[in-house]
């Protein structure tokens, strides 16, 4: 969709297009309502589905009696395990599938509570619901594991891709002066992006047209081009808008299949919208984890050896591994390590990427331990984090391409006013508030991928940036058009961005924090050949007032072509298009290796992650930095916590936009005080039912529980994380809150929590 609403004042004129505090362009859209997400699309002849779900955590379907159901005033189509839907299964994000698989998403095996296994289709949503009501199934239930510590849970199995060892850990560990040994919890969390899943799916002949909340629209086409066997490009996904993802809709769901089924089925439309308590398990959150972290230092407290195991649930017919050791390895220098990870299989959905997968609660058992070791050998918990900081990467053996922590902790520090805080815990306080300082750090992977852009210079001197890439609220329509005007020399409110579409060109998945990389580069490198283009047809058609003028380059600025030297001709660009007698300059760019151009490349690339280049593929080490301070109090009559100021520093490298890079460190910290503070998923161990499914019962903060946030960039362009030298902004910012706002509760209170959330039960 282009963006062609009047824009609001986004700068003042002294402000760069790249580096400037630009608001959104999408923002006067989305808060006057002209923005159409994509359950709001209009269509004609629509049916509504509505999902059936388990009663029981495991064991299989019976009979399911659809009777009264089909009976029901406009019903038009139940569907249940029976129904033959005619579906492959489709590939993994990295393109790899089964050959000739049948896919059921209503499948007859139950493998957790709340697992969809039925789906009504009737003329209204109100009808739907009801005859979704009248669907009687019977189960044969089979014994469940319900979580991590039930007692049918056991161990786990180990994932050998995660083992990552150096020097003799444990030897160094017991001859070690200062040993602190803990274990760390974090349960259940859920993405509860206010905007909730769903879809409207519409067939016309062997072409199918979903829109649905997207992070990847070319990834997701691909999946609903293999359920349906059906040629990539007879399929379009439409996302011009998110309400929200966190990692959560990247990816085809059964729903999705099961709607877009229906729709072929009936032969018409269909609008599926997944209800709130549905969406807690229609798909999946961030698994459980427990670690058990053991340092051994010297007096000091400078670190001899690291002992990390780790664990984390996964499903019982799928794999997704919350690595709890993601970022132990490479936070501090330590010449003796040993971590290892296990995968506890239990009746959940299959869990997923929720924002900063395995850095967050890596980074929480760390940072804990880490403030733990402080207190031990008597050092100040930033002076412990300096003594102790990494000058390269052990684990890959490369240098950091940037690497700011220590300026990070000093900015950090003095903004926040460190010094004036005093060692021992509840030592600090306001009338009857006990007070805590804490301080917590964290990191996050720079993943590379390519990207593909289309630019336009139209005959009216306006440009447009076309990409199927998505914007989900971190700002992409802003910084391409930022991109764009800053190479082309036009203002930023002369260009319009279209997104969020498969059918344009490709773009690789807004997720791992690598979206604003790939996407601006491939703008950059598209509207740098734009310029070239545009320059050499003034200097060498016919009718140009640049032909004669014996310059061999132009200028582009404000807007105008011009030769670079006082007194030569000086045109509009729409003057010039008028002159050249164009209506458009057009150029299409990718960032893929000369290895890669072509459609087979162009596919794996827009629609798998094979392409995508990890932290170390690279010469360096590449990854984002920062440092959390924070102060709580804590009510010393009721023990309520209150986090009452937060500072962050960040390396994050070249900041596109200052204010929407903000806005993505703001939020992510914001989503670390719920964190740490509130949000835990309840299950009911008879059952494996998600008791608080709903956001009354599963707490999210809010605006009553954010204090003043102040966050300061420390950060240095760097080149070896993406062509304009920008590195991840989006995640970063929720790595390392939790245990900053634990260490702070432990100096107000002298008790130390090590299960998330930290409530009054856990204080007394």
Same mark, same amino acid.
């Not at 129904?83 to 007859?108: F, V």
């Not at 997701?220 to 379009?236: C, I, K, Q, S, T």
């Not at 967050?360 to 008597?378: C, K």
């Given at each position: ?111 957790? *509570? ?65 040993? =602190?040994? $803990? ?37 997701? $086409? ?11 490009? *007879? ?40 209800? /709130? ?12 984890? /427990? ?55 239990? #009746? ?39 003594? *102790? ?183 509009? =660009? ?37 392409? =995508? ?73 008879? #059952? ?77």
């Amino acid at each position: 969709m282009t963006i062609v609403e009047p824009r609001t004042k986004r700068g003042d004129a002294s402000d760069g297009a790249l580096g400037g505090r630009f608001s959104r362009l999408d923002g006067r859209l989305k808060i006057t309502g002209g923005a159409a997400y994509a359950l709001e699309h209009p269509v004609e002849d629509l049916a509504y589905a509505v999902l059936v779900q388990s009663t029981i955590a495991a064991g299989r379907v019976a009979a399911v009696d659809t009777a009264k159901a089909e009976a029901a005033p406009g019903t038009l189509l139940v569907l249940t395990p029976e129904t033959d839907l005619g579906l492959k299964i489709a590939s993994d994000w990295y393109g790899n599938r089964p050959e000739d698989q049948p896919y059921h998403p209503l499948p007859r095996q139950v493998s957790f *509570n709340g697992q969809t296994v039925a789906a009504v289709v009737a003329e209204t949503l109100e009808q739907a619901i009801e005859a979704a009501r009248l669907v009687q199934i019977a189960y044969e239930q089979s014994p469940a594991v319900t979580g991590l510590d039930d007692p049918g849970a056991g161990e786990g199995n180990l994932v050998d891709q995660f083992t990552a060892a150096w020097g003799d850990a444990e030897t160094a560990l017991a001859d070690s002066a200062v040993r =602190i040994e $803990a274990e760390y919890r974090t349960p259940r969390e859920y993405h509860v992006p206010i905007e909730p899943h769903g879809l409207v799916a519409r067939w016309d002949g062997d072409h199918l047209t979903v829109w649905e909340p997207s992070q990847w629209t070319h990834g997701m $086409a691909r999946n609903y081009a293999e359920l349906f066997g059906l040629p990539d490009e *007879n399929v379009r996904l439409v996302s011009p808008f998110i309400g929200g993802g966190f990692g959560s809709k990247a990816t085809v769901y059964a729903y999705g299949a099961v709607a877009a089924a229906a729709a072929r089925k009936l032969g018409r439309p269909v609008k599926l919208a997944v209800t /709130r308590p549905q969406t807690f398990t229609s798909y999946g959150g961030r698994a459980a984890t /427990r670690q058990r972290l053991a340092l051994g230092a010297n007096s000091d407290g400078v670190l001899h050896s690291i002992v990390h195991r780790g664990a984390s649930e996964t499903s019982t017919y799928g794999v997704f591994a919350e690595q709890t050791g993601a970022a132990t390895p490479i936070m501090y220098a330590v010449p003796n390590f040993s971590s290892e990870q296990r995968l506890v299989p239990v #009746n959940t959905v299959t869990p997923g990427a929720l924002r900063a997968p395995g850095k967050n609660p890596s980074a929480f058992g760390l940072e804990s331990a880490m403030d733990e070791l402080a207190y031990a050998v008597g050092v100040d918990p930033v002076e412990i984090r300096l003594r *102790n900081q990494a000058e390269h990467d052990r684990q890959s053996g490369k240098p950091w391409s940037t690497r700011r922590m220590r300026e990070a902790l000093a900015a950090g520090s003095e903004a926040f006013g460190w010094s004036r805080r005093s060692f021992e815990p509840r030592s600090m306080r306001d009338g009857r508030q006990l007070v805590g300082w804490g301080v917590g750090c964290g990191t996050f992977p720079v993943l590379r991928a390519a990207s593909e852009a289309l630019i336009r210079i139209l005959a009216d001197g306006t440009v447009e940036v076309v990409s199927g890439a998505i914007d989900m609220g971190q700002g992409t329509y802003t910084i391409l058009a930022q991109t764009a005007a800053e190479v082309l020399g036009v203002p930023v409110d002369q260009v319009e961005v279209r997104l969020g579409d498969s059918s344009l060109p490709g773009a690789t998945v807004a997720g791992g924090s690598m979206l604003a990389g790939a996407i601006t580069g491939a703008v950059y490198k598209a509207a740098t050949a734009a310029r070239e283009e545009l320059i050499e047809l003034a200097l060498s058609e016919t009718g140009s007032p640049f032909r004669d003028t014996g310059a061999n380059t132009l200028v582009l600025a404000d807007g105008r072509v011009s030769v670079p030297r006082d007194g030569g001709p000086s045109l509009t =660009i729409a003057e010039l298009m008028a002159a050249l007698g164009r209506d458009r300059v057009e150029t299409r760019r990718n960032t893929l290796p000369e290895a890669d151009q072509g459609p087979e490349g162009h596919k794996r690339a827009w629609t798998t992650m094979t392409s =995508i280049q990890g932290p170390t593929a690279g010469e360096y080490s590449v990854h984002s930095w920062c440092a959390h301070f924070v102060e709580v109090k804590v009510d010393e009559d009721f023990g309520t916590i209150r986090v009452s100021r937060f500072v962050s520093a960040f390396d994050c490298g070249r900041i596109y936009n200052p204010k929407l890079a903000e806005s993505q460190w703001r939020g992510g910290i914001i989503m670390g005080i719920g964190q740490a503070l509130l949000e835990e998923g309840l299950v009911d161990g008879r #059952n494996g039912r998600i008791i608080n499914n709903n956001l009354a019962d599963y707490l999210v903060a809010t605006n009553a529980d954010v204090p003043d946030i102040q966050v300061i960039s420390v950060g240095i362009p760097d080149l070896d994380a993406s062509v304009l030298g920008g590195k991840g902004v989006g995640e970063i910012g929720i790595v390392g809150v939790a245990p900053a706002i634990a260490n702070a509760v432990f100096h107000a209170t002298g008790n130390r929590v090590r299960d998330l959330p930290i409530t009054l039960e856990k204080l007394l």
